[in-house]
C-alpha cells in the first residue's frame, strides 16, 4: 500500500504518492501537499512561496547544469510565460511578465520589479506549528443548528469546531499548565456532526424551490436554507431523518476514531448549539439505561418468562381492544405481534396497511393520541413520579423511533439552546427534581444574556423560587470590569440609600418622642418605642436575603438532571455589548465558539471527571 502520514492530531491522512491530504472524519475536497524544493518572494510577499513540484524540478537541473558547468545567468521559463534568470548561486530572480502583450511582443520582458528565488529551506524563517499532544483524554461530538452556516461569518460546523478546538488547546497551555507539566494530560478532542446536508440531499430542496414565489428570493432561499430545518423538526417524517444521521453519524465517527485511536481509553460527551441541543436532547432523553445489563438479564433468563413478557404486551393490546369494542382485530394484532408500544408507534398509514377500515382506525388513533397526552400530563404533574425510562419520553412531541448511541456520555452541553422554550410549547410544566437523563449524568445550559433563542431549564426544575442563572467565570479570572463596576456603585446607592433612612428614621423617632416625657406614668413608654425602632430596621432589609441568595447561587438545588448541580449558566456581557443588546442580539447567538469562558467551563468540567482541576480556581465557580 502506498504511504500515509496522520497529520492535524490524526483528523487528517496524508497520502504521500498523490500528493492529497484527505480529512478523516467529515466530507472535504482534498487540498494539495507540495513537496517544496524552491522558492520565490516578493516586495510585497511576507513570507517565501514554494513552486510547483514539476518546475522545481526543472529549476533544479538547470541550477546543477550550471553549477557543474560553471555556466551562469541561465533563463528559464514558467509554464505562465514568466522568466527566471540564475545570474550566480547567490543572486537568482524571477520576472514577471509584461500586463499587456500582444502578439507582436510575445516573449516575456524583464521588466518590473524582480521577485527573489531562493533554493532549499535554510534561513526561510517559517512558523511550524508544534503540533498537538498526541494523548486523547476526551472525546466531544458536536453538534449543529439549523442551517448550514455557523457563525456571523457564515462559517460551516467544521470551521467553527476548528476554531474551539484552537481555543481548548490554548486553556489547556495556560489553565492546565500543572497538570500538562506533570504529563497528567494531554487534550480533548472535538469532532463535529453534520446533518444539515443529509437532509437536504433527500430532494426536499427540490420541492420547496417548486411552492417558493419568486420574488426577495435571497430571501427565500435564506428562509428554505436555514429556518425551515426548524419545521422539519417538527415534521415526524424529516424529524425521522434528522435523528437517524445525528445518531448514526455520532456513532460511526465514534467506531471510526477508535480504530484511528487504539490506545483512547477516555469518555466521550456530547455538545449541542441551539436546534443541535434539542435534537440530543430528545435522544438522550430516549436512550436505554445500561442495554447490555439488560442483553445479559434477559441470556440468562429462562425463556418461558420472555414469553410470558410478550403474551403481558399482547394481552395489553387485547384489553384495549375490548375497551374499543373492537375485539373482532385482536388476531390481526396478534399474527403481527403487535404489542402496547408498538401499537403506540403506529401511524395511520401503518393501520391501514393492516387492514383495518377507517372506522375503527378512527378509534384506535384516538386512543393512541389521548394516551401520549395523558402521559405528557402524568410527567408534567408535580406529585408525579420519575420519568427516567420514559416509554416512548413524553418530553418529544414528534413520535418517532429513537435510535440508540452505542456508548454513555458523560456531559451533554448546550449552547444558546431552546431545549426550555421546546418542552413548555410540548406542554410540559415542570421537569420533575427526581428525572435525569438515562445514559447522561451530566447537564450544562450555557447561554449569552443576549442569546434570542436561548432559554433557561432551571426554573421548569424549581418554578417556585426565583434565582438567577450560574455568572460564568471569566477566563482571566474575576468579572468583567463593568460588571464589578456595576455592582460597586450598585452596593454603594445601597450604603447610601440605608445611611440616610436610618438618619431620617432617628430623625423622626427623636420629633416623635419630643412631647412624650411631658406627660404622666410615660417613663416606660420608651422602651418599646425604642424596641420597635430596632425592629422596624430588619424590615427595611426584609429584601436583602435574594440578594444573599444571589452571592452563593450555587448552593441552590435544582434536581438531579445536572446531578444535583447548577444547570443554567450565563456568559458576561462584553462592555460593548452594553451599549445596545438588540443591536449584538445575532452575535449572542453565534459567539460561542470563540468563547474562551465557554471553551474553558467544557474542558473545567471534562477533567473534573478525571480528578483533575485547575490550576487556580476561578472566583465564581462550583
Not at 418605642?529 to 427595611?540: D, F, H, N, R, S
Request: charged fraction near 25%.
Amino acid at each position: 500500500g502506498q504511504a500515509v502520514v496522520p497529520t492535524s492530531g490524526g483528523r487528517y491522512d496524508v497520502l504521500l504518492q498523490p500528493r492529497r491530504r484527505v480529512a478523516m472524519y467529515w466530507d472535504e475536497d482534498p487540498a494539495e501537499v507540495r513537496r517544496c524544493t524552491w522558492f520565490y518572494k516578493g516586495d510585497k510577499d511576507n513570507k517565501y512561496i514554494p513552486y510547483s513540484e514539476s518546475f522545481s524540478e526543472e529549476l533544479e537541473k538547470a541550477y546543477m547544469m550550471a553549477v557543474t558547468h560553471d555556466e551562469w545567468k541561465k533563463k528559464l521559463e514558467s509554464p505562465n510565460r514568466e522568466v527566471i534568470i540564475l545570474h550566480n548561486p547567490k543572486m537568482m530572480v524571477h520576472y514577471q511578465p509584461v500586463a499587456i502583450s500582444d502578439d507582436w511582443a510575445s516573449t516575456p520582458t524583464e521588466q518590473g520589479r524582480p521577485r527573489t528565488v531562493k533554493r532549499g529551506v535554510e534561513n526561510i524563517a517559517a512558523e511550524i506549528p508544534s503540533g498537538e499532544p498526541e494523548q486523547i483524554d476526551h472525546l466531544v461530538f458536536v453538534v449543529h443548528g439549523i442551517g448550514p452556516a455557523c457563525d456571523i461569518r457564515f462559517r460551516n460546523i467544521v470551521q467553527c469546531v476548528n476554531d474551539f478546538r484552537n481555543l481548548s488547546l490554548g486553556m489547556l497551555q495556560t489553565h492546565f499548565k500543572k497538570a500538562q507539566e506533570q504529563q497528567q494530560i494531554g487534550r480533548v478532542e472535538f469532532l463535529p456532526v453534520n446533518w444539515h446536508s443529509p437532509l437536504h440531499s433527500t430532494g426536499v430542496d427540490v420541492d420547496l424551490e417548486r411552492i417558493t414565489l419568486p420574488s426577495i428570493n435571497r430571501l427565500r432561499n435564506f428562509i428554505n436554507d436555514t429556518i425551515v430545518d426548524l419545521f422539519f423538526y417538527n415534521s415526524s417524517t424529516y424529524c425521522q431523518t434528522i435523528v437517524d444521521t445525528v445518531a448514526s453519524e455520532m456513532n460511526r465517527l465514534h467506531q471510526l476514531f477508535l480504530q484511528r485511536n487504539p490506545q483512547f481509553k477516555g469518555g466521550v460527551s456530547i455538545a449541542g448549539h441551539s436546534l443541535g441541543s434539542l435534537i440530543l436532547f430528545d435522544l438522550l432523553t430516549n436512550q436505554k439505561a445500561a442495554p447490555e445489563k439488560e442483553e445479559e438479564e434477559e441470556e440468562q433468563g429462562e425463556e418461558g418468562s420472555r414469553t410470558a413478557s410478550s403474551n403481558r404486551g399482547i394481552e395489553e393490546v387485547t384489553e384495549m381492544l375490548k375497551e374499543l369494542e373492537l375485539s373482532e382485530y385482536c388476531d390481526v394484532f396478534e399474527k403481527e405481534r403487535m404489542d402496547g408500544q408498538a401499537l403506540f408507534l403506529c401511524t395511520e398509514e401503518n393501520l391501514k396497511e393492516l387492514g383495518i377500515p377507517l372506522g375503527p382506525r378512527m378509534k384506535m388513533l384516538h386512543y393512541i393520541s389521548s394516551r401520549r397526552e395523558m402521559q405528557v400530563a402524568r410527567y408534567s404533574s408535580v406529585e408525579g413520579e420519575s420519568c427516567s425510562k420514559p416509554e416512548p419520553s413524553p418530553l418529544c412531541q414528534v413520535l418517532v423511533n429513537y435510535p440508540q448511541l452505542n456508548y454513555n456520555p458523560s456531559i451533554f452541553f448546550a449552547f444558546g439552546s431552546p431545549i426550555g422554550m421546546f418542552l413548555t410549547v410540548r406542554g410540559v410544566k415542570r421537569i420533575n427534581p427526581n428525572y435525569s437523563l438515562p445514559t447522561c449524568k451530566g447537564f450544562f445550559n450555557i447561554f449569552h444574556p443576549f442569546d434570542p433563542v436561548a432559554y433557561r431549564i432551571e426554573p421548569m426544575i424549581v418554578p417556585d423560587l426565583e434565582f438567577e442563572p450560574m455568572l460564568l467565570p471569566h477566563h482571566k479570572g474575576r468579572k468583567r470590569m463593568h460588571l464589578e463596576l456595576k455592582e460597586g456603585l450598585t452596593r454603594m446607592s445601597a450604603d447610601l440609600k440605608n445611611n440616610l433612612l436610618g438618619s431620617l428614621r432617628v430623625a423622626w423617632q427623636s420629633f416623635t418622642r419630643a412631647p412624650v416625657p411631658a406627660l404622666e406614668g410615660t417613663d416606660a413608654e420608651p422602651e418599646p418605642e425604642a424596641e420597635a425602632g430596632v425592629e422596624k430596621q430588619p424590615e427595611l432589609k426584609a429584601d436583602k436575603p435574594p440578594a444573599a441568595l444571589k452571592e452563593e447561587p450555587s448552593l441552590i438545588k435544582v434536581g438531579m438532571l445536572n446531578g444535583g448541580n447548577r444547570i443554567d449558566y450565563v456568559l458576561q456581557k462584553k462592555p460593548i455589548e452594553t451599549f445596545n443588546e438588540y443591536l449584538f442580539a445575532l452575535q449572542g447567538h453565534l459567539c460561542y465558539w470563540e468563547s474562551e469562558d465557554t471553551v474553558l467551563l467544557v474542558l473545567k468540567e471534562i477533567y473534573q471527571t478525571q480528578g483533575i482541576t485547575l490550576d487556580q480556581p476561578l472566583a465564581g465557580s462550583q
